[in-house]
C-alpha cells in the first residue's frame, strides 16, 4: 500500500497563490502517476491535473490552466500543484492520487488516495 499525505492548504484571499504538496510513503513504487483532484462545497469531485513518472506534459483542466501548475519530485517521492490567481471557485478540498501507470483524467481510475487538504478562498 501507498500512503498520500497532503499538505499545504489553507485560507488566502482571491488572487492569491498557494502551493500544495503530496507526499507518498510506504511501498512507493516506480512508474506510477498522480493527480490532483478537488471537491468544492455541494458539488462532485473534479479533476484538476496530473502528471506522468517522466514528469513531462502535465494535464490541467481548462478551467485552471494557466493558473495551475503540477510538477513532481521523484527523489522525494512528493507532487506539487502551485495556484495562482486563486478565485472564489476554486476553494474545495483538494486530493491527491495515484495510479499505476499512465494519467487519467477519472477518479475511478486512481487506487491511492489522500486525505484532502482544505483551500479556502475568501472575497
Do not use: H
Not at 510513503?25 to 506522468?52: L, N
Not at 478551467?63 to 521523484?74: A, E, L, P, Y
Amino acid at each position: 500500500q501507498v500512503q498520500l499525505v497532503e499538505s499545504g492548504g489553507g485560507l488566502v484571499q482571491a488572487g492569491g497563490s498557494l502551493k500544495l504538496s503530496c507526499a507518498a510513503s510506504g511501498r512507493t513504487f516506480s512508474g506510477y502517476a498522480m493527480a490532483w483532484f478537488r471537491q468544492g462545497p455541494g458539488k462532485e469531485r473534479e479533476f484538476v491535473g496530473a502528471i506522468r513518472w517522466s514528469g513531462l506534459t502535465p494535464y490541467i483542466r481548462d478551467s485552471v490552466k494557466g493558473r495551475f501548475t503540477i510538477s513532481r519530485d521523484n527523489a522525494k517521492n512528493t507532487m506539487y500543484l502551485q495556484m495562482n490567481s486563486l478565485k472564489l471557485e476554486d476553494m474545495a478540498i483538494y486530493y491527491c492520487a495515484a495510479r499505476m501507470g499512465n494519467v487519467a483524467s477519472s477518479a475511478a481510475e486512481y487506487l491511492y488516495w489522500g486525505q484532502g487538504t482544505q483551500v479556502t478562498v475568501s472575497s
